[in-house]
Each structure stands twice: as C-alpha cells, then as structure tokens.
C-alpha cells in the first residue's frame, strides 16, 4: 500500500503492506473453517459432508468470531487512508477508471465464470448431477461472487467518493468557498462513530438479517461499517495516520477491543449460548436486543480494532525481507484466488472419512501458503500483475 509525502510523490509503507498480508492471510483460513461449520459463512457449507461438534464450533467462534466482525472494516478504513493521495495524483475521472479495472472486472469474472463453475464442482463431487447452467441460474443470491463481494460493494464506495470529490471540485470552480476538513480526530470523534455504525446496523438489519443474501451479493447488512470506515480512513489520512496512529487513541482501542473480546465467552456462558446454530436468530437481525448488542459489539470491533491494529502494525509488521515483500505483493491475488484453491481442497478431501476439524485444519493449513504463492506467480509471470 502506499501514501504520500506530497500529492504525487509515492512512497512504500511496508507496514501496511504486511498488515493486509496478514489479514489475507487471516481470512482465507477463516473461509476455510467456516466451509465446515454449521452456522455457515462460506459456501462450501452448501454441500459439506460433515461438520463441526458445537463444542468445536463455538470454540472457534470464541478465537476466530470477534476478527470476522471487523477484518473487512480494516480493509475499508486502509483503502480510505490512501483514497485522498490517489485522487489527488490521478484525480476523478481516472481514479474511477482505474477502480472500474481493478475491483470491478474481478467481480464480473468470478459472478459469471469462476465462483459458479467451482461451485458447480462440489456439487457435482457431492452427488448432485446438475448442469453448470442450473448451477449459475439457481445460485441464491443470483450473480453470487464469493469473496469478490469485498470487491464490489469498494468499488461502489471508491466510485461514491470520485463522485463526491468531483462534485466539491465542480463547486470551487462556480465560486462556492472549500470546505475544511476535520480539524480533529480523536476517542470522542471514535465514539461518536462506534454509536453511529451501532444504530445504521442495527437499522438496516431489520429488513436485511446479517448472512442475508441478495441479488449480487451486496451484503447490504454489513453496508454501514463499510462506508463509515472508508470515511473514517479519508479522514485519518489528513492526520497522518497512515505513517503514526497517535499512542494514546491506540492504546485506547486495544483496551476497548480486549475488554470486549474478553467479555464475548462470560456473555456466552451467563446467557447459556452453546450453539450458535440454533441460536443465531436473534442476533442477526430484527427488533431483539441481541440484534442491537450484535450490532453494538461489531461497532465497537471495527472501529476500535481497526485503529488498533494499523497501530500495532507500525510497530511490529516493519518486515522488509523478500519473504514478506512476495507475500505484500501477491495478497490480492492471494485473497481472489482463495475461492478455486479452498474449494478444490475441500472437494480433494471430501472422500476421506476424517472429522470435520481435520479437514478444516488441513485445508487452512495447505491453503493460505498455496493462495500466496499462487498468488505471488500470478503478479510475477503473468501481465495480470499490471492490474493488481
């Protein structure tokens, strides 16, 4: 990733770059867990021939759960932190296009082609004679993507904010005086957002539950922190917090983050929650108090989290080696690739008669080395790398 000096000098923050590593990282072995939990989260739970004991399921809920509900935010907030140098170097127009290429031919490429014809693989492994058309036509949500969605709904963001800036550039030239930016961002202006992104969640949910599904996979349920981190990422970059969140502010998000994830397994033992399967309902949407707390809990994760881990990363990811810079570059291929690579391991073992915790290790454990290297020969050997 990189930030700026000035609006057209570009400089590498290695930081950066390792942390979004990680969290690729991160995520592909939480996708291939969850492929084998009951609760769902990744599709291959559509045709999976085993899965989890609750026990094991809520255990991982208790050490993979609370990053789920804020990985995607930090993404967001990283790509708002370096959105007002890109636009300032490129401006609008190409901004947009640039966009267009880079996150939204991906999209179209996994709803049209690659999600429904690996999908149509596990069905096929798992018994089910269906033509690749039905499976295209019959995937519910429609035009589903898999994890490009991620792609998407920034593109729409990215395209959103070109838009905006185009408007406010449109106004200077007619007369209209500038805006002026935040003139501070600190624990109260945080705050102020956790509540915020609390109640849109909470809001919207009541017509979209979370793990709702709709026609291109819009994940409209998770819409509200996506949008606020991007701003909260344009509006940090006027602070420099690409290069130094303020000790303080961080230090204030990891107690805030560490207190609520440690609350998450009393909450569960005091409420006697034991299977997240059966019990999910409540909390994924509509006029219940656990749908608030949800909502409230993911507020508070994304914000909090988000800042604190770009944080901790300024000062413990500062990896220069060849290793971490393959890994660095190759990450967006990792995380597009993950969908071909996890559902072929999964379909690979699905003869075994193993449990569902082996296989989800196994597929985790071969998978996320496998994405990165994929990934790294995809940037290296192919012209792709010009584009991602």
């Known amino acids: 990733m990189a930030t700026t000096a000035s609006p057209t000098q570009v400089q590498r923050l290695p930081h950066v770059d390792n942390l979004r590593a990680v969290m690729v990282a991160w995520i592909i072995g939480g996708h291939a867990l969850l492929g084998y939990s009951a609760i769902g989260g990744w599709p291959y739970d559509e045709v999976q021939e085993t899965t989890f004991h609750p026990r094991s399921e809520l255990a991982m809920a208790v050490v993979v759960g609370p990053t789920a509900l804020f990985v995607i935010g930090t993404f967001f907030f990283i790509a708002g932190l370096f959105a007002p140098a890109a636009m300032a170097r490129k401006g609008p127009a190409r901004f947009a296009s640039e966009r267009v290429v880079r996150l939204g031919v991906p999209f179209l490429l996994f709803a049209l082609l690659v999600w429904p014809l690996f999908m149509w693989f596990a069905y096929l492994a798992a018994g089910h004679r269906v033509s690749f058309w039905w499976e295209f036509t019959h995937r519910h949500p429609f035009l589903d993507s898999g994890p490009l969605w ?100 961080r230090r204030g998000c990891g107690v805030a983050v560490i207190v609520t994830v440690l609350a998450l397994p009393v909450y569960a033992w005091t409420v006697g929650l034991s299977n997240l399967a059966d019990d999910a309902a409540p909390y994924q949407g509509g006029w219940h108090w656990q749908a608030l707390l949800l909502a409230t809990v993911e507020a508070i994760l994304v914000v909090a989290g988000s800042v604190w881990v770009l944080g901790l990363a300024q000062d413990r990811l500062q990896g220069h080696s060849r290793l971490w810079q393959r890994c660095a570059r190759g990450s967006f291929a990792a995380f597009i690739l993950q969908a071909p690579v996890l559902l072929t391991l999964s379909i690979t073992l699905r003869p075994f008669d193993l449990p569902a915790e082996a296989k989800a290790i196994a597929v985790a454990g071969i998978g996320i080395p496998v994405c990165f290297w994929l990934g790294w020969k995809l940037i290296e050997r192919t012209p792709v790398g010009r584009y991602l």
């Not at 998407?152 to 550039?169: C, F, G, P, R």
């Not at 998770?222 to 969140?245: E, S, T």
Request: net charge positive; hydrophobic share 55%.
């Open 150 to 249: 991620f792609a998407e709904i920034l593109l729409y963001v990215s395209l959103a904010y070109a838009a905006l800036v185009w408007a406010k550039d449109r106004a200077r030239s007619d007369g209209e005086p500038a805006e002026e930016g935040p003139t501070t961002l600190g624990g109260r202006q945080l705050v102020t957002l956790i509540g915020l992104v609390a109640i849109a969640s909470f809001m919207v949910r009541l017509w979209f539950p979370a793990q709702s599904k709709q026609v291109l996979d819009l994940h409209v349920w998770q819409w509200p922190q996506c949008v606020a981190m991007f701003g909260l990422g344009v509006a940090a970059a006027r602070f420099g917090w690409a290069n130094r969140v303020p000790e303080r502010l």
